[in-house]
């Protein structure tokens, strides 16, 4: 991939409210991970570089390395985990730092306690607090500056079972009888309290392929066929005005920040193309 097409794809990640960063800094990732347990002996040798932007690394000594254990799952890190240290930094309380106690490194935050006494704290209650005065050396090697995720996979059958579900709802386009459109029709009339909430149902019956793009006509026709006694006369030109920012696009992708309307009457909006979705299944 060459250089503009990296650009174009960062400037279309940050229009969509997105901060991507270049990782174009090498940092040093450590064969043994550091343990997020009890403390064990830190891996001594230098595995690989993994690349990290410049903004999370900064120019001070910095390192990389995989955590193991749960003793800070309810901090977000995890087993897998690499966390980026920043090395030499002192800590203050609250911080989540890499210690080494009799030349054994563990992952804990950092907190003194009202004596001034040095504690290394888990954040799962199956483990217990470290106090560090009970080691005859101890040191903070670094603060953590950040926690890169390791990715799991998702089960097979979970991944099968949603497309599936979707494959069905798309496949209701050609059975949308006009029995099954006057039903919906009908349940959804009697939820809105405005002309322009028919646009919800037009957005539902493009993404089926039921209506073509900027067909608010023919939606006209169809209500007026198969329900003649709608309190809500549907106005195409009307319609057309909101088919703007992220109600341009599949309901899947309806922000709001970047629509017609805002605040209450977004969710109402979304809440009614919801629910003529479901009423067509």
Same mark, same amino acid.
């Given at each position: 991939?060459?250089?503009?097409?990296?650009?174009?794809?960062?400037?279309?990640?940050?229009?969509?409210?997105?901060?991507?960063?270049?990782?174009?800094?090498?940092?040093?990732?450590?064969?043994?991970?550091?343990?997020?347990?009890?403390?064990?002996?830190?891996?001594?040798?230098?595995?690989?570089?993994?690349?990290?932007?410049?903004?999370? @690394?900064?120019?001070? +000594?910095?390192? &990389? =390395?995989?955590? *193991?254990?749960? #003793?800070?799952?309810?901090? %977000?890190?995890?087993?897998?985990?690499?966390?980026?240290?920043?090395?030499?930094?002192?800590?203050?309380?609250?911080?989540?730092?890499?210690?080494?106690?009799?030349?054994?490194?563990?992952?804990?935050?950092?907190?003194?306690?009202?004596?001034?006494?040095?504690?290394?704290?888990?954040?799962?209650?199956?483990?217990?607090?470290?106090?560090?005065?009970?080691?005859?050396?101890?040191?903070?090697?670094?603060?953590?500056?950040?926690?890169?995720?390791? @990715?799991?996979?998702? +089960?097979?059958? &979970? =991944?099968?079972? *949603?497309?599936? #579900?979707?494959?069905?709802? %798309?496949?209701?386009?050609?059975?949308?009888?006009?029995?099954?459109?006057?039903?919906?029709?009908?349940?959804?009339?009697?939820?809105?309290?405005?002309?322009?909430?028919?646009?919800?149902?037009?957005?539902?019956?493009?993404?089926?392929?039921?209506?073509?793009?900027?067909?608010?006509?023919?939606?006209?026709?169809?209500?007026?066929?198969?329900?003649?006694?709608?309190?809500?006369?549907?106005?195409?030109?009307?319609?057309?005005?909101?088919?703007?920012?992220?109600?341009?696009?599949?309901?899947?992708?309806?922000?709001?920040?970047?629509?017609?309307?805002?605040?209450?009457?977004?969710?109402?909006?979304?809440?009614?193309?919801?629910?003529?979705?479901?009423?067509?299944?």
């Amino acid at each position: 991939m060459i250089e503009k097409e990296y650009l174009d794809i960062f400037h279309q990640l940050e229009e969509q409210g997105w901060n991507p960063m270049f990782c174009d800094t090498p940092v040093p990732l450590y064969s043994c991970g550091v343990p997020a347990g009890n403390p064990q002996e830190p891996g001594q040798y230098e595995e690989e570089n993994i690349m990290l932007p410049r903004e999370l @690394v900064g120019y001070e +000594p910095t390192m &990389a =390395i995989v955590v *193991r254990g749960h #003793s800070m799952q309810d901090a %977000g890190i995890e087993d897998g985990d690499v966390v980026t240290v920043r090395v030499g930094q002192e800590a203050e309380d609250g911080d989540i730092v890499v210690a080494l106690l009799d030349g054994e490194a563990t992952l804990k935050v950092f907190f003194r306690d009202e004596n001034g006494e040095a504690w290394l704290v888990p954040q799962n209650e199956k483990f217990q607090p470290i106090r560090v005065s009970e080691f005859s050396s101890a040191r903070i090697l670094g603060r953590v500056i950040s926690v890169k995720k390791s @990715v799991p996979r998702v +089960p097979f059958r &979970a =991944i099968q079972q *949603r497309i599936r #579900s979707v494959k069905r709802q %798309g496949d209701t386009a050609v059975s949308l009888t006009d029995d099954k459109l006057k039903r919906a029709f009908a349940k959804i009339a009697r939820q809105m309290t405005s002309s322009r909430h028919w646009f919800c149902v037009y957005r539902v019956l493009v993404d089926k392929g039921y209506l073509k793009e900027g067909d608010f006509y023919s939606l006209r026709d169809k209500v007026n066929e198969l329900l003649p006694d709608n309190d809500f006369s549907i106005n195409p030109k009307d319609l057309s005005r909101m088919d703007v920012g992220s109600f341009a696009k599949r309901l899947y992708f309806w922000e709001e920040q970047d629509a017609p309307v805002q605040g209450k009457r977004f969710y109402e909006y979304k809440a009614l193309a919801q629910a003529f979705q479901n009423y067509l299944l």
